[in-house]
């Protein structure tokens, strides 16, 4: 998408949801706010699920609306190294201190499915880094960063598999899955931390086995 395409779409309004039990719905809104430059962007921890169990007021009813913004305001995108191509990516792979870090199943980051019905090739980028997901061969399952009510887990546990896998602060790590949603998720704890600096979302599917 071009940014005059980002542009137009951010510009209207800005909204979170959870996806699949998950937040990386939110996230993925979030990551495209900080990207285009918001200085305040939050998610609301566990979703909208937590919000209901803390018995907090719900409105019922069409929403209010407000006019659409005709400009974001500043310069967009305001923060540009939070998205990056292709060939950002592979320039970053080819650093001594960068790192692509593979949001994805296990299945996924060694090739025995695409993790999509709609996509075929299998697969992930040689020298990539498994940045975990959940358990099994579910898409969807976000439970290495979830907790089971859906909140989120405590960062010190993300930085410690992060860890073992060899992502550390000390690199420059660019994320990624097969849609960007994912990605999201893991590039905001990144981001919530300041331990690492860059993100990749919504790359594809690489092609090329491991």
Known sequence: MSHHKKTSALCPYFATT?????????ARAAHLMLYAGVKDVRLLDGGFH??????????????????????FGATFPGCPHYLINRRQAKALLAQSDGALASIRTWDEFTGKTSGYSYIKARGDIPGARWGRV???ADVNDMSAFHRPDGSLRPTDEIRQFWRHEGIHPGLQTAFYCGTGWRASLAFFY??????????????GTPAGGR
Request: charged letters at 5%; a positive charge; proline letters at 8%.
């Open 134 to 136: 959940g358990h099994g």
């Open 190 to 203: 990144a981001w919530m931390v300041s331990a690492l600096s860059r993100s990749s979302t919504g790359a």
């Open 18 to 26: 959870s996806h699949a039990g998950n937040m990386t719905a939110a």
């Open 50 to 71: 937590a919000w209901l169990r803390a018995g907090l007021p719900c409105a019922a009813g069409a929403p209010q609306r407000y006019p659409p913004a005709t400009s």
